[in-house]
């Protein structure tokens, strides 16, 4: 640490003196993007994106990573939940920063920029600068301003008017980190049910860089002034197939819970006992989720959870109904209501592929579920 301390110093008392030192080459500075590979984890899933600063003649080899966050800052979860979560940059040596990777099994590539004098100086100097302790902070947000969004940005102002290249095809956010997913399979039947209909958005090639990946194939194509910016591209580190960094998924996936449900809603059709305590979990459950749904949408900063259509199927009000469910059912309202339950779930089940958000698959039997079981209940109460 006192090495990369003596080593910003020593670069902030180069860069302030540049204009006089007329014997520094700035092609002693190599400033590279590094990209890593997804890991296991569901922050690290998407991979990571983080920029180099190497000068060999100092012996200075450190890493500028916006990525950063911290469990123990004060309401982490409380933060995290209303989207209001601080990441920040920070600077670690490029070799603790390769081995953390190493060590996961992750792999890492990485692009040299094809920098004159006056973009290397302006690149080191706003890292140094967004470095200092009251600019590190910054209020992060998943699609729009990451570790890699931040690089994006920083590389549009190096190279002033710089275009991207057009996609190839324009799929929707939601598209986007399903394919990062396939290994994850609860936590994509939890991102679906969390995020809303923005997230369905087509994206362009820009919006697409809230990804590593993304990033990483879009520098390697653009150009600037007729050139690449890129002018190097090697693998730093090639992950060993035999120990990925990802492993498959367990047996116990979501389309199996919610299938097993829908086996037992339709059992208890013939079965009339325990049918109270089902329902009740059912709706319940089903309730809690459209309260957090509510809460994403409503009382949060999050603003891809908004006009989310999961609420079609987990209505709030499930659970007050839920608890009428352990008592005589015998009102006329009740009934009307599981009617009207009944209703809206298969009307929802049969306009499921043309909604304009992209509802998860598994949750179909599911909502099979609670239209059988508030049909059921709306004949069995009397009027």
């Known amino acids: 640490m006192k090495k990369i301390i003596f080593g910003s110093l020593l670069i902030c008392s180069m860069l302030c003196n540049l204009a006089e030192a007329q014997q520094i080459n700035h092609s002693d500075i ?13 922050y690290a899933v998407f991979g990571h994106s983080a920029i180099r600063v190497k000068i060999d003649a100092w012996g200075y080899d450190v890493v500028y990573n916006y990525g950063t966050f911290n469990f123990n800052q004060p309401n982490f979860v409380a933060n995290f939940a209303r989207g209001k979560m601080l990441y920040h940059l920070s600077m670690n040596s490029y070799e603790s920063f390769v081995f ?3 060590y996961e099994n992750r792999g890492i590539r990485e692009q040299v920029f094809e920098l004159d004098s006056a973009q290397t100086v302006f690149m080191v100097r706003f890292l140094e600068n967004n470095y200092q302790a009251e600019n590190r902070y910054y209020l992060y947000h998943f699609f729009l301003d990451n570790c890699a969004t931040r690089i994006r940005d920083l590389i549009e102002e190096v190279f ?20 990062y997913l396939t290994q994850h399979p609860w936590g994509r039947f939890g991102i679906d049910i969390a995020l809303g209909l923005p997230t369905d958005k087509k994206t362009d090639i820009y919006e697409q860089m809230f990804l590593p990946d993304f990033l990483f194939d879009a520098f390697a194509n653009v ?7 890129v002018s190097e591209t090697k693998t730093i580190f090639i992950p060993d197939p035999e120990n990925p960094a990802i492993l498959p998924p367990g047996p116990i996936k979501p389309v199996l819970v919610c299938s097993l449900v829908l086996a037992l809603a339709v059992l208890l059709l013939f079965v009339r006992k325990g049918s109270r305590i089902f329902d009740f979990s059912l709706f319940f459950v089903a309730g809690l989720t459209g309260i957090l749904v509510i809460f994403l949408w409503f009382f949060t900063e999050h603003t891809f959870t908004q006009n989310n259509l999961n609420i079609i199927w987990a209505l709030p009000t499930h659970t007050v109904i839920a608890f009428f469910m352990l008592s005589k059912r015998n009102s ?22 043309f909604l304009p958000q992209r509802l998860n698959p598994a949750l179909i039997p599911l909502v099979l579920a609670i239209a059988l079981r508030a049909y059921r209940n709306s004949r069995l109460i009397s009027v």
Do not use: C, Q
Request: hydrophobic residues 45%; charged residues 20%; aromatic residues 16%.
């Open 223 to 229: 150009r600037y002034n007729g050139r690449s910016i």
């Open 332 to 353: 006329g309202w009740l009934r009307k209501y599981f009617l009207a339950t009944a209703v809206i779930a298969m009307l929802l089940l049969f306009a499921w592929v």
């Open 160 to 179: 002033e008017g710089i275009t991207f290249p057009e996609a190839y095809e324009a799929p929707s956010y939601r598209d986007l980190i399903h394919r």
């Open 100 to 102: 953390s990777y190493m």
């Open 30 to 42: 190599r400033i590279s993007l590094l990209t890593s590979d997804p890991g296991e984890d569901i």
